[in-house]
């Protein structure tokens, strides 16, 4: 079983013609989905920046790698890393494809365990990285690999907060819109040669 849930979409239209705009549209999903999936935990004002120009530039001719298949066809790729909901703390691939017949496909990959993350696993991973990056630059070793110890006037109240996050409601719901809007927005781009959905991810 892939470690992945994955959308696959092929294109019937030119890579060339084709990849800004859908570049574009997967921008503006990622923009809506900040917009109305935010909760109390999260603010619409730090909806992150899908980078299209940085993004193109990478679906350049030249950047992409190249691979060639067993039947010898020889096709390009591009992968890049996107924060696609604000319920989430995990981050959904994009992979760009220019066929070998010179059309374009687009894949996103999401973590398989995804529809079991919490509201607390989601909040302690964000707990987690001020805490490790502050930790980084300690000159005191610290026994913990997460978290402040015992000495740390922090103490009671930031495991107090992390103890609390144990017990809380899953947000695959929310996630799930999330990537079925960015789906969709993508599959309504360019007409399509070919769509597959995991089915995990469909309605």
Known sequence: MSDSLKAKID???????????????LADSVSDNWRVLCDEWSSAEAAPKVD??????QCAAGKMERFQSNDGAVFYAAMMDFAF????SLLCSCVVLQR????L???LLLDRN????TVGDREQRRMEAPWEEARLHRTVRTDRSIGPDED??????????WDALEDTPPVWPQNKKAIQNIISRLAAVHP???????PELQT
């Open 11 to 25: 294109y019937e239209t030119d890579f060339t013609t084709a990849v800004a705009s859908v570049l574009q549209a």
């Open 152 to 161: 740390d006037p922090t103490f009671d109240a930031w495991w107090e907060k």
């Open 192 to 198: 399509l040669r070919f769509a597959s959905i995991d």
């Open 85 to 88: 909901s604000p319920a989430s």
């Open 105 to 107: 496909s687009v894949s």
């Open 52 to 57: 299209v120009d940085a993004w193109a530039a």
């Open 100 to 103: 070998a017949d010179g059309g």
């Open 114 to 117: 995804a529809p079991g993350e």
